[in-house]
């Protein structure tokens, strides 16, 4: 089965957006290239990407989500509060998520201790997809 196993960002201070990463989550830098650093947690990577002009800012990506053992939340949310990026509760309507944080570019991320559950009322929102 095919699985997501990196996202990617714009930045312009790709150093300063894994630092971001490595101190809230403790995840590990996995590699650094001439514009770009890797972090990891171990399953799934997040590339920075330096912004060389104006052209690489497009719709991109929109969120993504990070799943916390319960015992590890509060050392991760004190750290982040003491980052400044406290986390926010999200509309009552996103029920299946917990809190969301912004990053220091910006970047908008869930944070749950349960991952994505579908609920009754979200039937529609997370379709099955055709069988083929």
Request: hydrophobic fraction near 35%; proline fraction near 4%; glycine fraction near 8%.
């Amino acid at each position: 089965m095919a699985r997501i196993k990196h996202l990617a960002f714009f930045s312009d201070s790709p150093e300063k957006m894994a630092q971001f990463y490595v101190q809230a989550f403790g995840f590990t830098i996995k590699g650094r290239g001439k514009k770009s650093v890797w972090v990891t947690d171990g399953y799934l990577d997040i590339a920075m990407l330096w912004r060389a002009d104006e052209t690489h800012y497009h719709s991109g990506l929109n969120h993504f989500g990070i799943t916390l053992d319960a015992d590890e939340r509060e050392g991760v949310y004190q750290r982040l509060a003491e980052m400044g990026h406290d986390p926010i509760k999200p509309p009552s309507d996103r029920s299946y998520v917990e809190d969301y944080v912004k990053d220091v570019d910006g970047n908008k991320f869930d944070l749950s201790t349960s991952g994505v559950e579908v609920k009754e009322n979200l039937k529609t929102v997370f379709k099955e997809p055709a069988k083929v």
